[in-house]
């Protein structure tokens, strides 16, 4: 059941208007193929068409690397790994550019300086333009050991859900009575139920570690919106009560969820990516 925020029981009259759509991916072990929506599956790529790889330029010490791993891939471009595709026909949720039908995921999955984690790549492609798949994608040399992803598919449910209360700009969020109470600080309180983990489409971040900020676009000054989460463990579905398991990776080195924001005007505009 989705729990609406209220001010100490009272309902907020505006607090709808905070409502996002949400696609949960919900992963499952399985044996996906290229011509599906999947996440740690084989991905389709033009053989003709260079593999996307990660310049190396901001590759930090890594959590659980030598000292000779650390040397080898300081500065070294690196082959992305496949994390995901998604589909148009599957999840038309997402913002494809024109004559696009699949988005792919990728991951460096190594710790990036600044991010603390895996750096994330995405391509939206023509599906219907890949005659000859590549066949067997480049392996990073290194990768780190805190990451790791198998191969899954998908249960989607689809829901909405209410910001925590970060979000909520301060000229709104101080006219409620639990805010103006003299020991508020700004962090969590009962009457707000915060997020549990899960990798899903669109929605709202779940804000652990940071707050909201930097999310404007270098290309075009735009707020930047979460588009992606990529979650390490799974909480209780609040929409489908799917219980709490595992999830498609474990992408936990300083925190758990790889959150992506995309520029509202184009998807291809530059990501920002907050590891909460
Ligand atoms: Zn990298
Ligand atoms: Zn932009």
């Given amino acids: 059941m989705i729990i609406k925020p209220t001010d100490n029981g009272r309902e907020i009259p505006w607090i709808d208007d905070w409502l996002r759509p949400v696609v949960r991916l919900h992963q499952s072990p399985g044996t996906p193929a290229r011509a599906d929506s999947h996440s740690g599956g084989p991905m389709l790529w033009p053989s003709d068409e260079p593999w996307p790889h990660c310049d190396g330029s901001s590759h930090g010490t890594g959590y659980d690397l030598t000292a000779e791993q650390v040397e080898l891939v300081r500065g070294r471009s690196t082959p992305f790994t496949g994390a995901m595709q998604l589909y148009r026909r599957d999840f038309p949720e997402l913002p494809f550019p024109d004559g696009t039908d699949l988005l792919q995921v990728f991951l460096c999955l190594l710790e990036h300086e600044e991010i603390y984690g895996p750096d994330v790549h995405l391509v939206w492609r023509a599906a219907g333009e890949v005659t000859d798949p590549l066949a067997e994608p480049p392996l990073p040399e290194v990768v780190d050991p805190v990451y790791a992803i198998w191969p899954c598919v998908f249960t989607p449910c689809r829901s909405h859900e209410y910001p925590m209360h970060y979000e909520i700009p301060h000229e709104l969020l101080y006219e409620l009575e639990f805010a103006q109470a003299p020991d508020f600080r700004g962090g969590p309180v009962e009457c707000w139920p915060g997020h549990g983990d899960s990798t899903k489409i669109g929605g709202w971040t779940r804000w652990y570690r940071g707050m909201p900020g930097g999310?404007?676009?270098?290309?075009?000054?735009?707020?930047?919106?979460?588009?992606?989460?990529?979650?390490?463990?799974?909480?209780?579905?609040?929409?489908?009560?799917?219980?709490?398991?595992?999830?498609?990776?474990r992408l936990d080195g300083r925190d758990d969820t790889v959150n992506v924001f995309a520029c509202p005007k184009d998807p291809r505009h530059a990501l920002w990516v907050d590891i909460q």
């Fill in 215 to 249: 999310e404007t676009c270098p290309d075009c000054g735009a707020l930047r919106v979460q588009m992606l989460a990529l979650a390490s463990s799974e909480n209780e579905c609040p929409a489908c009560d799917r219980p709490e398991g595992k999830a498609g990776w």
